[in-house]
């Protein structure tokens, strides 16, 4: 059974910074690209960033400069640190990624349960 578990979340203060981590555990045989997105109240869900297995990235214009994804493929965790951040960036934020594992036979979704990111103007 494959897992995303997201940590990092919390609140803070506009204008500071947190580091959202999002490790895949399960009997994975591959990961392509790994996401973070994000969910307002009475919003919909939007994608923020996104890297490639290799790591390549795309930003939503609305975190570009302020907001870096990164991952580490030994650990299959995915990192997004946001700083300079805004009350408008409070949200549920949701990791995402495209895996392959031992119970299926092509990559699918897999989603976390998200972590809240609160940030007070």
């Known amino acids: 059974q494959v897992q995303l578990v997201e940590s990092g979340g919390g609140l803070v203060q506009a204008g500071g910074s947190l580091r959202l981590s999002c490790a895949a555990s399960?009997?994975?045989?591959?990961?392509?690209?790994m996401n973070w997105y994000r969910q307002a109240p009475g919003k919909q869900r939007e994608l923020v960033a996104s890297?490639?297995?290799?790591?390549?990235?795309n930003y939503a214009d609305f975190v570009q400069g302020r907001f870096t994804i990164s991952r580490d493929n030994a650990k299959n965790t995915v990192y997004l640190q946001m700083n300079s951040l805004k009350p408008e960036d409070t949200a549920v934020y949701y990791c995402?990624?495209?895996?392959?594992?031992?119970?299926?036979?092509?990559?699918?979704?897999?989603w976390g349960r998200g972590t809240q990111v609160t940030v007070s103007s």
């Open positions: 890297i490639g297995s290799g790591g390549s990235t």
């Open positions: 995402n990624a495209k895996i392959l594992s031992s119970q299926t036979i092509a990559f699918r979704d897999y």
């Open positions: 399960g009997s994975i045989f591959s990961i392509n690209s």
